[in-house]
């Protein structure tokens, strides 16, 4: 997937006041990284590479803080977070299977992507929710699901795209094989 599409437009003034707020040595890099987080979901490279050119911190760095710590994503996130126990519990329980089934209906084919190529969704994969009696279970939103198959997980995401107006770019393409294969109709045979 392309994150183009899903790129913030950076707004200057912003950063130039985060930076002013915050300070410019390199002790500021995780604040300064933590407010661009906070207003954009992620970090834009367009806001990295002012603070590299506004303040004393270098691009290593910056960007060495940023890849560090998980807390940190490079790349634009979806509009809507799902996030997926892998602690011990969840993990033996078929976390996996979860995800799986998850990225199957967002449409994710790539095993480096983790946001729907429409930009509706991201799947994070989380160590510990701390719900471990109802392994495997995931967040969405705010709603809590546990004791999940993969279908499960595809239907509480389903119901949660039709209450947000959200499509899910997977399924979309399942139903238009089922249209294209609606069982009675001939098929032509060459």
């Known amino acids: 997937m392309s994150h183009e599409s899903l790129e913030a437009t950076v707004d200057p003034a912003k950063v130039?006041?985060?930076i002013a707020e915050l300070g410019s040595e390199p002790s500021a890099a995780v604040p300064l990284l933590q407010a661009i987080q906070t207003e954009y979901g992620y970090l834009p490279r367009p806001a990295m590479e002012m603070v590299i050119k506004n303040t004393q911190i270098n691009a290593s760095q910056l960007f060495g803080v940023a890849t560090f710590y998980a807390q940190f994503r490079m790349n634009p996130v979806g509009r809507n977070m799902i996030k997926v126990c892998h602690?011990?519990?969840c993990h033996v329980q078929g976390a996996d299977r979860i995800n799986t089934s998850l990225n199957h209906a967002l449409g994710i084919t790539d095993e480096e992507e983790d946001t729907a190529p429409n930009g509706s969704y991201t799947v994070e994969d989380v160590a510990c929710i701390g719900c471990?009696?109802?392994?495997?279970?995931?967040?969405?939103?705010?709603?809590?699901?546990?004791?999940?198959?993969g279908s499960d997980a595809q239907r509480h995401l389903k119901k949660h795209a039709r209450e947000h107006n959200e499509v899910l770019p997977g399924h979309a393409e399942q139903?238009?094989?089922?249209?294209?294969?609606?069982?009675?109709?001939?098929?032509?045979?060459?």
Do not use: H, V
């Not at 294209?180 to 098929?187: C, E, I, L, M, R």
């Open 16 to 18: 130039d006041a985060w």
């Open 132 to 149: 471990c009696s109802l392994a495997p279970l995931m967040i969405i939103g705010d709603q809590t699901f546990g004791n999940l198959k």
């Open 175 to 190: 139903e238009k094989q089922k249209k294209k294969n609606k069982p009675g109709q001939q098929t032509a045979k060459a």
């Open 87 to 89: 602690g011990t519990a």
